[in-house]
């Protein structure tokens, strides 16, 4: 299967630039992923199409302030870190910006009370770097990062927290999971009085996964590791759901992606690590029945997964009336339900 099997024209225009308030106010594309059947209605429309019973999953991460500006103290010459993964207390995977000037040994200032030291190179053409820093590292991250945007989203965002979910409480994703920034806290709280479970794992989300596949074949793309928690308590609703034959309904493509590497033989298990799966037409889901996504950049992993859970077909033929009726795109953009 091509990578260019999954490209689509976009119009520019319609990539969304600023979120719309309130939050549920978006719109949302219903899919049949098995018929292919669509409908248009309102993301405060949701409740409609749940059911007691049903267990809504949920990713609780939350963005850090990942990007950060430095010197090198012999040159003076700048560089941008962004963080991706922290792999121990103090060091992380990185992307530096211009790469060419940080070699292992060189070392990044960051004002007085954080610095760092280029200690390896990564398989994805990143750096892993050691801090050392005076006080608590989180708070001096949140005075001296920047919180990053997607690199479509051209316009300054007045406020943060938009760009963070309203049940965000883990800190340490480069970017935000998406698909849950459409919720608020008093559509979660009506949902949960119908009957339906809400339940929780995280996912650190990493840039690798809103990147185009650069590959040729899909079969060739690599997926760079993000780390996932899945708790007793989300282990033990989401078993119950699936022992009742109730729907486990994932909350945007990172919140699959953890219940299906921490899903068995149809049972969801309890456990923390690293995860590289990478999800494409062909695949056969263990725990996940519906999903709730935005839609997706040309060409991305996440658009394979999208079409694993329907078709390629459905969902191409549901992007194509999505641009016909001047849907939002991407991160602040609309979404679906593909049930």
């Known amino acids: ?183 608020t806290r008093e559509l979660m709280e009506n949902i949960e009085s119908m009957g339906v479970n809400l339940a929780f794992v995280t996912l650190h989300v990493g840039l690798g996964t809103f990147r185009p596949v650069a590959t040729e074949t899909i079969t060739e793309h690599i997926m760079h590791r993000e780390y996932y928690s899945v708790p007793e308590e989300t282990a033990a609703i989401v078993n119950a759901t699936i022992a009742a034959g109730k729907r486990v309904i994932a909350v945007g493509t990172t919140a699959v992606r953890t219940l299906e590497t921490a899903g068995t033989s149809g049972q969801l298990e309890a456990k923390s690590g690293w995860t590289e799966i990478f999800i494409y037409p062909g695949y056969e889901f263990k725990i996940v029945k519906a999903l709730i996504t935005n839609f997706h950049l040309p060409k991305s992993s996440l658009l394979m997964l999208v079409s694993a859970l329907s078709s390629r077909e459905h969902i191409f033929n549901a992007y194509r009336e999505a641009v016909d009726k001047r849907y939002r795109f991407f991160s602040f953009g609309d979404a679906m339900f593909i049930s």
Not at 72 to 100: A, Q, Y
Not at 115 to 134: K, L, S
């Open 1 to 183: 299967m091509l990578v260019s099997d999954f490209d689509y024209y976009l119009p520019e225009e319609l990539i969304a630039q600023q979120p719309i308030e309130p939050r549920d106010q978006s719109r949302l594309l219903m899919l049949d992923r098995k018929t292919g059947v669509i409908e248009h209605k309102q993301f405060y429309n949701l409740p409609q199409f749940l059911q007691p019973g049903d267990t809504l999953v949920f990713n609780d991460t939350r963005v850090i302030p990942a990007r950060l500006f430095g010197v090198k103290p012999e040159t003076g010459g700048k560089l941008e870190v962004f963080l991706l993964n922290r792999t121990t207390k103090d060091e992380w995977e990185v992307l530096v910006k211009p790469g060419k000037r940080a070699r292992i040994g060189t070392v990044i200032e960051f004002g007085e009370t954080l610095r760092c030291e280029v200690i390896d190179t990564t398989d994805f053409g990143g750096r892993r770097v050691r801090f050392n820093y005076q006080g608590i590292f989180e708070e001096i991250l949140d005075t001296l990062g920047e919180t990053p945007l997607p690199p479509y989203i051209k316009a300054q965002l007045s406020d943060k927290e938009r760009y963070q979910t309203v049940y965000a409480r883990e800190r340490g994703s480069a970017a935000a999971p998406t698909a849950g920034l459409h919720f």
